[in-house]
């Protein structure tokens, strides 16, 4: 199978099996690194999955307050989730790298893992009718 940037569905497809790699790994050791790690993944590419439908494309960046914000501008209903990418982006690189202050890593997780789903929920809604429950 061969994916294609500028296939929402293709987002989709990866960005789930990093929210899933999430969950597994929550369910089996409690908050881990890679397990954050993987959360920010799901919803940088759950993100640009969205923008990617509206855009036809995205700039290549990991920065999910940019993500957001370029979000925002096409549903202010993404503003609700400036909090969820502030926390996952600064305990991504706080982990990512030697040096990044792990004080309090983790503590609100399951609070971002609730957010992601509703964040995701949004964003298939949007995408694709009827995929999210409806």
């Known amino acids: 199978m061969k994916t294609r940037e500028d296939n929402p569905k293709d987002w989709f497809l990866l960005a789930e099996d990093r929210l899933r790699g999430a969950d597994i790994l929550y369910a089996a050791e409690g908050v881990t690194f890679l397990g954050v790690e993987a959360l920010h993944e799901a919803v940088e590419r759950y993100l640009k ?21 370029c979000a925002i501008k096409h549903d202010p209903a993404f ?4 909090g969820l990418t502030e ?5 991504f690189w706080a982990q ?13 997780y399951v609070e971002l893992r609730r957010q992601t789903g509703e964040l995701v929920a949004l964003i298939l809604k949007s995408v694709l009718p009827g995929a999210a429950g409806d």
């Not at 926390?87 to 305990?91: N, Y």
């Not at 990512?96 to 609100?108: I, R, T, V």
């Open 96 to 108: 990512h790298y030697p040096g990044g202050n792990l004080e309090g890593f983790g503590a609100d």
């Open 87 to 91: 926390s996952l982006a600064d305990q």
């Open 49 to 69: 999955g969205f923008l990617v439908s509206r855009a036809g494309k995205i700039e290549r960046t990991h920065d999910l307050s940019y993500l957001l914000d």
């Open 79 to 82: 503003r609700e989730y400036s």
